[in-house]
Antibody
């Protein structure tokens, strides 16, 4: 079955950058779009961007452009997300998620999720 | 892009039904059929329960159903069970950007 295992919690100072990882297993990594989302404490979900693990396509939410970079390593089926210039409002649980349907027939949903990584931004 | 509007809370007794609305605009909910719903228990990752307005992933009970009319989508949970107590979020794909917008979330309580 599909497993998405994310890296551990991070504590960062304002202005720093954080890099998170998400290791996929149980399916062909390059056949499905992958997404990053986040959820601030007590708040709702927010989409950050998407990546095609089988190609060069990335699409970042307008809010994060210039601060976020999503990459992948197909040899290890691992997705990465770096967020820079951190501020207190970036404190959140960050999730990676697989999009349902293969890349040729995307379903525009998030059918499998990682367990989440808590990022705390504090001085 | 503004968040989709959901009621903050909804409740029902075991066995009853509860319906949650998700109101957007013609650019998101009303503009395509890529509306999905997620169930989230405290401290857990969200779980997909409805996609493309009214389709259920394998393993999701048929007590969960979805619909859409104009710019408003709805999730109905029939035959409420204790384990249905959770937060529920809708989301819509926005094709012309492209991006996704989430709803504000609804806390469902089983009385």
């Amino acid at each position: 079955q599909v497993h998405l295992v994310q890296s551990g919690a991070e504590v960062k100072e304002p202005g720093a950058a954080v890099s998170l990882s998400c290791k996929a297993s149980g399916y062909t990594f390059t056949n499905y779009y992958m997404h990053w989302l986040r959820q601030a404490p007590g708040q709702g979900l927010e989409w950050m961007g998407a990546l095609n693990p089988g190609g060069d396509y990335t699409n970042y939410a307008q809010k994060f452009r210039g601060r976020v970079t999503m990459t992948k390593d197909t040899s290890t089926s691992t997705l990465y997300m770096q967020l820079s210039s951190l501020r207190s409002e970036d404190t959140a649980v960050y999730y990676c998620a697989r999009e349902g349907g293969e890349i040729v027939t995307p379903q525009k949903n998030f059918d499998n999720w990682g367990q989440g990584t808590l990022v705390t931004v504090s001085s | 892009q503004s968040a989709l509007t959901q009621p903050p809370s909804a409740s029902g007794s075991p066995g009853q039904s509860v319906t949650i609305s998700c109101t957007g605009t013609s650019s998101d909910v009303g503009g395509n059929n890529y509306v999905s719903w997620y169930q989230q228990h405290p401290g857990k990752a969200p779980k997909l329960i409805i996609y493309e307005v009214n389709k259920r992933p394998s393993g999701v009970p048929d007590r969960f159903s979805g619909s859409k009319s104009g710019n408003t989508a709805s999730l109905t949970v029939s035959g409420l069970q204790a384990e249905d107590e959770a937060d529920y979020y809708c989301t819509s794909y926005i094709g012309n950007i492209p991006s996704y917008v989430f709803g504000t979330g609804t806390e469902v309580t089983v009385l």
